[in-house]
């Protein structure tokens, strides 16, 4: 049986994005997911990119953020990082959770695609 319009699980979803920016941006990723030494509420992934670096947190479309995860990424907001949400399939919000821009998916650079529109969105100057 397919899946049909089923949403994808968040890792599977969030690792076909890091690939896509390690492979053809040339971007590091530092995953901080996924393993027993995890420390809990901090964001999935760190990313640095020649033209953009921060945090990033994948969440499923109706995936809430814990109460941890919002005071990790309010702090490391105020200390200035970059911080956002990417929301499944293509939103990009606020660490506040809210909605900035979206990004286009259903490519083969859906990651450069949510890069890009990160960058776009900063550029404009309206990063708090």
Not at 90 to 104: A, D, K, M, P, W
Request: proline fraction near 3%; hydrophobic fraction near 35%.
């Amino acid at each position: 049986m397919g899946t049909g319009n089923r949403e994808p699980r968040e890792t599977v979803w969030s690792a076909g994005i890091l690939s896509l920016i390690s492979k053809k941006a040339n971007g590091t990723i530092l995953s901080v997911h996924g393993h027993e030494m995890q420390a809990p509420g901090w964001p999935d992934s760190y990313i640095s990119h020649k033209y953009w670096k921060g945090w990033i947190e994948f969440k499923g479309s109706k995936t809430r953020l814990t109460d941890l995860q919002k005071m990790i990424l309010s702090k490391l907001g105020a200390n200035g990082d970059r911080v956002y949400i990417v929301r499944y399939p293509n939103l990009i919000q606020h660490y506040e959770g809210v909605l900035l821009t979206r990004f286009t998916t259903g490519t083969t650079n859906d990651g450069i695609s949510m890069l890009k529109a990160i960058c776009a969105y900063e550029k404009e100057g309206t990063r708090k």
